[in-house]
């Protein structure tokens, strides 16, 4: 394996889990040999969200969580207010 690819592995290995006691339950943030941390899915480890930006708002509402994974039950019920005129159909 060429040293260029054996570095993009090192960078993506993750380091460590960590779930607060603040966090959303269905949340748990994974840092990872590059330096970035990341809101993953308990459950499966989809990613949902880059601890520098947030958690990305289409997850922020289908948790009820805020950009920083903390539970937020009033930004769901935003998140659903009148959502079938925001859907664009092709």
Known sequence: MPPRDRADIRNSQILSVHRPANLH????????????????LVETGQMVGLEDE???????GLLSCNA???PDD?????????????????
């Open 25 to 40: 339950p269905a949340l748990a943030i994974v840092q990872r040999g590059s330096g970035f941390s990341e809101f993953v």
């Open 54 to 60: 947030g958690v990305v708002s289409l997850w922020q």
């Open 68 to 70: 920083k994974g903390e």
């Open 74 to 90: 009033l930004g769901q019920k935003a998140f659903w207010k009148q959502w079938e005129s925001r859907m664009k159909f092709i």
